[in-house]
């Protein structure tokens, strides 16, 4: 095992998990509380040293036997962790209490055995736990075998057509499971490179007669994965209007299943979020009110799991921020970027790089809004640092755009004509580049004129009236992200801001 995993595993526990784990091995006397010194240094450091450790501990036993201490401190912690979400999840539960039936069968109690075996049954069943449902339907097989009141029912028929039953439902949600990944492959990944061979594709999955009736889809997995293939089906297609019917189905069917809600709180929150993101592609459809609800609903979810809270957190920020946008408000944006950035560092090494990178491109769009440039400058350069990836092409290049939008406010002409041609470069590499994403580079590439003339606006209203044309096109409005290009053009030709002008026309 290599020492930073031990690291890694320790950093990843919240602080109720660390609780947890040191009261169990206090109750154990001085062999774990050995461990437990070693535990708690670990987790005093910011990042592994174990030069240091071997220092601290070198008049200490177990130190001559080192790499066997770590590997049993591992193990101990993860048995910790699984007790302590034993604790707070009902399938974690449900587990347990499957292998106390095993000990009872093995020990002839079948009285017991089978009271458990219908707890269990009642409760799986009630939150679709099919897998646990067929081993548990196995051992009440073989009691049909050994425990006589059973054999007086006629039970292994009964079992049988259980079994059946739960298979079925299995075999519906791997169904919808496989369509909704086939095309969320597709979304992330752009397979298909050729458009018209993309949305044959899509359509081809859509057509299909599970996916025309939300009624065949038999459990709560099944619907949620049959509405989650639409919504995604909607998305590529660019139907802002569907993806928010999509997305508002998923929501009220979490709402119908309030018992998921508890055993996927992080999933619910991803939900949430879906929906206030196909909300900014519809904002006449919801208020800012109504989007403060979820938002706060995303905040108040209960997560025991420290690197899921990390993900709940990021999404409620970026949800924060994309309020502001919304309502034209950014009377708290330093504040809540302020928050964004204690968070990024206390928790940096766990939260995970795609969330780094949408937060800050977001941060920078908003800093380019309210005419902030000095700031979205240093929030790009924090994004340049972030390890690169082939995915979220768009972001890269709206981050880039904001840098080369904060040059031009500060007149740098070198500088924007240099990251024009590095920009371009990077297009090339893209599966398509957009109307939209050249005539924003060809525009800005003309900096000496616009910057640095005087009666330009003909010049301006030329690339406003372009831009308005371009914008008519589905697919041109998403190669931008939503970034509201005409409103730039205006601030620049009004010597304001993007929020000025907002504020004016609400």
Same mark, same amino acid.
């Given at each position: 095992?290599?020492?930073?995993?031990?690291f890694?595993?320790?950093?990843?526990?919240?602080?109720?998990?660390?609780?947890?784990?040191?009261?169990?091995?206090?109750?154990?006397?001085?062999?774990?509380?050995?461990?437990?010194?070693?535990?708690?240094?670990?987790?005093?450091?910011?990042?592994?040293?174990?030069?240091?450790?071997?220092?601290?501990?070198?008049?200490?036993?177990?130190?001559?036997?080192?790499?066997?201490?770590?590997?049993?401190?591992?193990?101990?912690?993860l048995?910790?962790?699984?007790?302590?979400?034993?604790?707070?999840?009902?399938?974690?539960?449900?587990?347990?209490?499957?292998?106390?039936?095993?000990?009872?069968?093995?020990?002839?109690?079948?009285?017991?055995?089978?009271?458990?075996?219908?707890?269990?049954?009642?409760?799986?069943?009630?939150?679709?736990?099919?897998?646990?449902?067929?081993?548990?339907?196995?051992?009440?097989?073989?009691?049909?075998?050994?425990y006589?009141?059973?054999?007086?029912?006629?039970?292994?028929?009964?079992?049988?057509?259980?079994?059946?039953?739960?298979?079925?439902?299995?075999?519906?949600?791997?169904?919808?499971?496989?369509?909704?990944?086939?095309?969320?492959?597709?979304?992330?990944?752009?397979?298909?490179?050729?458009?018209?061979?993309?949305?044959?594709?899509?359509?081809?999955i859509?057509?299909?007669?599970?996916?025309?009736?939300?009624?065949?889809?038999?459990?709560?997995?099944?619907?949620?994965?049959?509405?989650?293939?639409?919504?995604?089906?909607?998305?590529?297609?660019?139907?802002?209007?569907?993806?928010?019917?999509?997305?508002?189905?998923?929501?009220?069917?979490w709402?119908?299943?309030?018992?998921?809600?508890?055993?996927?709180?992080?999933?619910?929150?991803?939900?949430?979020?879906?929906?206030?993101?196909?909300?900014?592609?519809?904002?006449?459809?919801?208020?800012?009110?109504?989007?403060?609800?979820?938002?706060?609903?995303?905040?108040?979810?209960?997560?025991?799991? #420290? @690197?899921?809270?990390? +993900? !709940?957190?990021? *999404? /409620? =920020?970026?949800?924060? &921020?994309?309020?502001?946008?919304?309502?034209?408000?950014?009377?708290?944006?330093?504040?809540?970027?302020?928050e964004?950035?204690?968070?990024?560092?206390?928790?940096?090494?766990?939260?995970?790089?795609?969330?780094?990178?949408?937060?800050?491109?977001?941060i920078?769009?908003?800093?380019?809004?309210?005419?902030?440039?000095?700031?979205?400058?240093?929030?790009?350069?924090?994004?340049?640092? #972030? @390890?690169?990836?082939? +995915? !979220?092409?768009? *972001? /890269? =290049?709206?981050?880039? &755009?904001?840098?080369?939008?904060?040059?031009?406010?500060?007149?740098?002409i070198?500088?924007?004509?240099?990251?024009?041609?590095?920009?371009?470069?990077?297009?090339?590499?893209?599966?398509k580049?957009?109307?939209?994403?050249?005539?924003?580079?060809?525009?800005?590439?003309?900096?000496?004129?616009?910057?640095?003339?005087?009666?330009?606006?003909?010049?301006?209203?030329?690339?406003?009236?372009?831009?308005?044309e371009? +914008?008519?096109?589905?697919?041109?409005?998403?190669?931008?992200?939503?970034?509201?290009?005409?409103?730039?053009?205006?601030?620049?030709?009004?010597?304001?801001?993007?929020?000025?002008?907002?504020?004016?026309?609400?």
């Open positions: 095992m290599k020492s930073n995993k031990l890694d595993l320790i950093l990843s526990m919240s602080r109720a998990e660390k609780g947890f784990f040191k009261k169990n091995a206090k109750l154990y006397g001085s062999t774990d509380s050995q461990y437990l010194k070693l535990f708690e240094a670990i987790d005093k450091q910011d990042k592994y040293d174990e030069v240091k450790l071997l220092k601290k501990f070198k008049k200490d036993s177990f130190i001559k036997h080192f790499h066997v201490t770590k590997n049993y401190l591992f193990g101990a912690i048995s910790s962790l699984k007790n302590y979400r034993t604790s707070k999840s009902k399938k974690s539960q449900l587990e347990q209490l499957k292998m106390e039936i095993e000990i009872l069968i093995e020990r002839s109690l079948y009285e017991e055995a089978d009271k458990l075996i219908q707890k269990v049954k009642k409760q799986a069943y009630a939150i679709e736990y099919f897998e646990v449902l067929l081993t548990v339907l196995k051992l009440e097989r073989y009691m049909c075998t050994v006589e009141p059973y054999k007086k029912m006629h039970r292994k028929n009964d079992v049988r057509n259980e079994v059946k039953a739960v298979l079925a439902h299995l075999q519906n949600q791997e169904y919808y499971l496989q369509q909704s990944d086939d095309l969320m492959e597709i979304h992330l990944y752009g397979e298909y490179n050729n458009s018209e061979e993309k949305q044959s594709y899509i359509a081809q859509m057509e299909q007669d599970q996916l025309q009736d939300e009624t065949l889809a038999t459990t709560f997995e099944s619907k949620r994965k049959f509405w989650q293939a639409h919504l995604v089906a909607a998305t590529l297609q660019q139907e802002s209007a569907r993806m928010l019917y999509c997305s508002e189905q998923v929501v009220q069917l709402e119908r299943y309030a018992i998921q809600q508890q055993e996927q709180p992080y999933t619910y929150c991803v939900t949430l979020s879906n929906y206030l993101a196909s909300a900014q592609y519809n904002p006449d459809e919801i208020d800012s009110q109504e989007y403060l609800t979820i938002l706060n609903k995303i905040k108040a979810q209960e997560i025991h799991s #420290l @690197p899921l809270k990390i +993900l !709940q957190y990021s *999404i /409620y =920020f970026f949800d924060r &921020l994309i309020l502001m946008h919304l309502s034209s408000n950014f009377e708290e944006l330093d504040q809540v970027v302020e964004i950035n204690q968070f990024l560092k206390k928790y940096n090494k766990l939260v995970n790089t795609k969330e780094k990178r949408e937060l800050i491109y977001i920078c769009g908003l800093y380019i809004i309210v005419g902030k440039p000095d700031q979205a400058l240093h929030w790009s350069l924090a994004f340049e640092q #972030l @390890p690169k990836s082939t +995915l !979220q092409s768009f *972001i /890269y =290049f709206s981050v880039e &755009l904001f840098s080369v939008f904060a040059h031009f406010q500060h007149k740098n070198e500088v924007v004509l240099s990251k024009i041609r590095s920009i371009q470069r990077q297009l090339k590499k893209q599966e580049v957009y109307a939209i994403q050249k005539l924003v580079l060809q525009m800005l590439s003309k900096i000496e004129t616009l910057a640095f003339t005087y009666n330009t606006k003909d010049l301006w209203l030329d690339y406003i009236q372009k831009f308005e371009l +914008l008519k096109i589905p697919e041109e409005q998403y190669a931008l992200g939503n970034f509201d290009i005409v409103t730039w053009i205006k601030a620049q030709m009004e010597h304001s801001t993007m929020a000025e002008i907002y504020k004016k026309s609400s």
